[in-house]
């Protein structure tokens, strides 16, 4: 049963709820309500940086605790998340920006949780992917979104050399100390055709 005041955070019972909780990529005022309200109501937070995530949570003066979520510690913290949940706990998973799982670890908890049954809320928001989609210009009825391509330049080449006949608006990630050198592989094996 969801609370009037509150509706959507309603803690089944026993089990606690795991949320998806988009933040902001660049301009802290881009985070939702919804998402403020979640982050002051949850029992505990899982983030990539610690560091990061209490700055945005001291911006906004919530106080909550926070326990490193990444994809080096996933495999063990993921079972320890979820076993919190099932005691009643309410999680809240964010990532450094935008939504949690775009190129961003949390599907192993998020599977895990769906296993065990507890229930997952999505609180949506800023993506990175379609908001550059929608200011860029380019044809965006139909698109490819690759997440980030390989770090090697043999692989990158490889997997840009792949997507050479592809029509649709090709989407990726990528680091900023190797957006240079992508560009010039993109730019030189799939052109400017997408």
């Not at 309603?10 to 795991?18: N, T, V």
């Not at 989407?171 to 094996?189: G, L, Q, S």
Request: charged content about 25%.
């Amino acid at each position: 049963m969801e609370s009037r005041a509150n509706p959507g955070f309603s803690r089944p019972s026993p089990r606690g709820r795991l949320f998806l909780v988009a933040t902001p990529i660049g301009n802290l005022e881009d985070i939702t309500l919804r998402a403020l309200r979640v982050l002051k109501e949850v029992d505990q937070i899982a983030c990539e940086d610690t560091r990061h995530t209490l700055k945005l949570l001291n911006h906004f003066e919530i106080h909550k605790p926070l326990v490193s979520y990444h994809e080096h510690n996933e495999l063990t913290r993921a079972p320890e998340l979820v076993l919190a949940m099932e005691q009643g706990a309410a999680i809240a998973l964010v990532s450094d920006a935008g939504m949690p799982l775009v190129s961003d670890p949390g599907h192993r908890l998020v599977t895990l949780a769906i296993r065990h049954r507890i229930p997952v809320t999505p609180i949506p928001g800023p993506a990175a992917l379609l908001t550059a989609l929608s200011a860029s210009g380019l044809p965006n009825e139909e698109f490819l979104f690759l997440g980030f391509l390989p770090a090697r330049t043999g692989e990158r080449q490889r997997a840009l050399e792949r997507l050479r006949i592809e029509d649709r608006t090709l989407i990726f990630y990528e680091a900023p100390h190797r957006i240079a050198e992508t560009i010039a592989d993109a730019a030189a094996i799939v052109g400017d055709s997408n």
